[in-house]
């Protein structure tokens, strides 16, 4: 998607080794969010953050941390993968706190 | 808690038909909406958003209509396409109040186009 990119796009581990997906925004926005995307569920928010170093939890933040040491990339990272962190992840990207997204393709995680 | 739902998982329409796909909500003071599209493999596009203060609007075949009475929400796409098969979902927010951890997603219905 233009604008916002995730890296890996697929990543296979191993349980208890750690973890980090990348995501790069070309656009500036303040706000950037992590998702992951089961079956069964909606999307489901982990971290988001609001500016540079300043996150915040959201509803799925257990065994995740995130950092954003610049406005562009936001990073999410697994200390310790456990095999119910086997998901889709997206980042997206918003101008506005309650404003619209913008997704990146998202990131297939399989933790065995 | 109050959660936005979908009605159907799954819905099939002939190719050249019109589809209807639906949304309920259940917070009253939401009074902001998104609908997105996701195609197998990637991440959910934008396909329009409504505001409370609106019943309706439309873009380039797609209508959104919303019902606060009933707090249902739906997508309208005329003329299906195959490049049309997708899973929907509709999202909620609150402008005031809803926080950047607010916006809630549904489950998504899948469409299907019949050729």
């Known amino acids: 998607d233009a604008g916002i990119t995730q890296s890996p796009r697929h990543k296979v581990t191993e349980t208890g080794t750690p973890v980090t997906l990348r995501c790069h925004q070309t656009e500036n926005h303040r706000y950037m969010y992590w998702y992951r995307q089961d079956p069964g569920h909606g999307l489901r928010l982990i971290h988001y953050s609001y500016g540079v170093k300043d996150t915040d939890k959201g509803e799925v933040s257990d065994g995740y941390s995130v950092s954003r040491s610049k406005t562009e990339d936001f990073l999410l990272t697994l200390e310790s993968a456990t095999s119910s962190q086997t998901s889709v992840y997206f980042c997206?990207?918003?101008?506005?706190?309650?404003?619209?997204?913008?997704f990146g393709s998202g990131t297939q995680l399989s933790v065995l | 808690g109050e959660n936005v739902g979908l009605h159907l998982p799954t819905l099939s329409v002939q190719e050249g038909d019109n589809s209807i796909i639906n949304c309920a909500y259940s917070n009253s003071a939401s009074d902001y909406f998104i609908w997105y599209k996701q195609e197998s493999g990637k991440g959910p596009q934008f396909i329009i958003d409504?505001?409370?203060?609106?019943d309706k609007r439309q873009g380039q075949r797609v209508t959104v209509l919303l019902n606060k009475t009933v707090k249902h929400l739906s997508l309208q796409i005329a003329a299906t396409q195959p490049g049309d098969s997708a899973v929907y979902f509709c999202?909620?927010?609150?402008?005031?109040?809803?926080?950047?951890?607010?916006?809630?997603f549904g489950k998504g219905t899948h469409l299907i186009i019949q050729p």
């Open positions: 997206a990207i918003s101008e506005s706190e309650t404003g619209q997204r913008l």
């Open positions: 409504i505001r409370s203060n609106m």
């Open positions: 999202a909620e927010n609150m402008t005031e109040g809803g926080g950047a951890d607010g916006l809630t």
